[in-house]
């Protein structure tokens, strides 16, 4: 088993399913729907349900329209007018009216499957975005990137890869928008952008991520105490060989821990001990990155960190803490995305105003918080052509450590997103 394996089977899911909870449907060996791992007793209050069932059947149904990139007008038309489309976008006003909130029960996959539907359901928002604006029914296509913040900052906050399946949900819908940003109207670009802003002001939902991952953590050391076979199920498991993965040293060195911890007591107190400390350092360094992300974004622990700690805690370390460091990144991004998307509506409203291109981003007069960068406490990278018809903008990027001796380096950010060079 992979470390990648190992954490995807223990991550915290937003859907599980118990021996209790298997529907009829289950027991007659039929395939459960996602909605109903999820949702195997609907209350009718939970704004999620119907977004769920909006988003499912669509995942089928998109294939035979290939809605990514260089689709025509005409078929996404097309698309947009299938009854099912029609009914995911009903299903999804009805959701949004009522409060948001995910069940989180067990440790399962499943969740995989939900954040595939918000997925699709994205691109069917993504779609309808163009559309509008093709139409000229912006102040429509402007509404939807409301309606997407709303639950998106919802699903930030369940998991990892809840708040990383957001990020993606985001730059979906917005790419579109200001792609097409030409075509907004002035009042257009300044409701885009107070969106924007509004949706910064909230409390960052990425923070209760770290925190419900922390506590996940904490309780799993907590149960190996009161059940240390688990601890020993999880060593056996560490780095195991498959058909892909042949056998290495620290599969082999993960078993000589396995049968240690079955025979010493002293030295799984200890283990335990020492975990619950690693947990605890490790995620208040999660929270400081967070808080200042202008160093470097890194979570590998510092010379010797080790040294006093049994050899078993870098192991346990090295296959729990997996996706921290990416999760704090790419949170980070999410705040610049949004902060880049204001800042092009302002651009182009000013651009209306004024028939011309703002020479620096003071013009704008925007708050601080939208065009200061979080990744360096500067101002967000902005630079206009000679000619006045075009400009860059830019987060600097996070800062990473250079490899074999190499300076540190960024690399920068533009929505939409693009591949650094």
Not at 84 to 99: E, H, M, N, S
Not at 160 to 174: H, K, M, N, Q, R
Not at 388 to 396: D, K, R
């Amino acid at each position: 088993m992979t470390r990648r394996t190992l954490f995807a089977s223990f991550v915290p899911a937003i859907a599980s399913m118990s021996v209790q909870d298997l529907t009829d449907d289950a027991v007659a060996g039929k395939k459960l729907s996602v909605f109903q791992k999820i949702f195997p007793e609907p209350t009718g209050t939970n704004g999620f349900e119907e977004i769920i069932r909006a988003g499912e059947p669509l995942r089928d149904v998109e294939r035979e329209y290939s809605l990514v990139g260089g689709v025509p007008l005409s078929k996404k038309r097309e698309y947009l007018a299938l009854p099912v489309c029609q009914d995911a976008l009903r299903l999804l006003r009805i959701g949004l009216a009522k409060p948001l909130f995910l069940p989180r029960t067990s440790y399962t996959t499943d969740h995989y499957e939900a954040y595939a539907c918000l997925r699709a359901l994205a691109r069917l928002l993504a779609t309808s975005v163009y559309v509008a604006c093709a139409d000229g029914r912006t102040d429509n296509a402007v509404r939807i990137a409301g309606d997407v913040l709303t639950f998106t900052h919802a699903l930030q906050g369940v998991s990892y890869i809840g708040s990383l399946t957001a990020i993606s949900v985001e730059a979906i819908v917005l790419k579109p928008l200001v792609q097409l940003r030409d075509s907004l109207s002035v009042a257009d670009c300044r409701r885009l952008t107070r969106l924007m802003e509004q949706s910064l002001a909230k409390p960052d939902q990425a923070y209760r991520a770290f925190s419900v991952e922390r506590g996940y953590l904490l309780g799993m050391v907590a149960a190996w105490r009161e059940k240390w076979d688990g601890m020993f199920d999880v060593l056996e498991q560490l780095y195991a060989p498959s058909e892909d993965v042949p056998e290495t040293p620290q599969y082999r060195e993960s078993l000589r821990y396995a049968a240690l911890v079955r025979e010493d007591p002293t030295v799984r107190e200890r283990v335990l001990n020492e975990m619950l400390e690693l947990i605890t350092q490790h995620f208040d360094c999660v929270d400081a990155m967070m808080r200042d992300p202008t160093g470097r974004l890194v979570l590998m622990p510092p010379p010797n960190a080790d040294a006093n700690r049994h050899p078993m805690v870098p192991l346990l370390r090295n296959a729990f803490f997996v996706v921290e460091e990416t999760a704090v990144r790419k949170s980070v991004q999410r705040r610049v995305s949004l902060q880049l998307v204001a800042i092009h509506a302002a651009i182009r409203a000013f651009r209306w105003e004024n028939d011309r291109l703002p020479k620096t981003l003071d013009e704008l007069e925007l708050r601080a918080s939208l065009v200061t960068d979080p990744f360096t406490a500067k101002s967000i990278l902005y630079d206009p052509e000679a000619t006045g018809t075009g400009y860059a903008l830019a987060s600097a990027g996070a800062l990473f450590p250079g490899a074999n001796g190499k300076p540190d380096f960024r690399e920068r950010i533009t929505f939409p997103w693009t591949k650094p060079k």
